[in-house]
């Protein structure tokens, strides 16, 4: 599978990823990227990135082992 090709699960992980950032613009208050601060932006990133990572592990938890 390619880099930029995402399987079932991490699919979902992107959803909730998703979710974490617009959580975090609605915090605060801006939702166009141009306009962030580096801080807002490395937060940004931080929260995503957090949150794929624990999405992830719980996604990964509820599989069924092969």
């Known amino acids: 599978m390619k880099q930029d090709e995402f399987d079932r699960i991490e699919k979902l992980a992107t959803v909730e990823a998703g979710h974490k950032l617009e959580t975090y613009c609605d915090a605060i208050g801006k939702t166009d ?5 580096q801080t807002e932006f490395e937060e940004a990133m931080r929260e995503v990135v957090a949150e794929y990572r624990y999405a992830m592990k719980v996604k990964l938890r509820d599989e069924a082992p092969f």
């Open 33 to 37: 990227f141009a306009a962030f601060t």
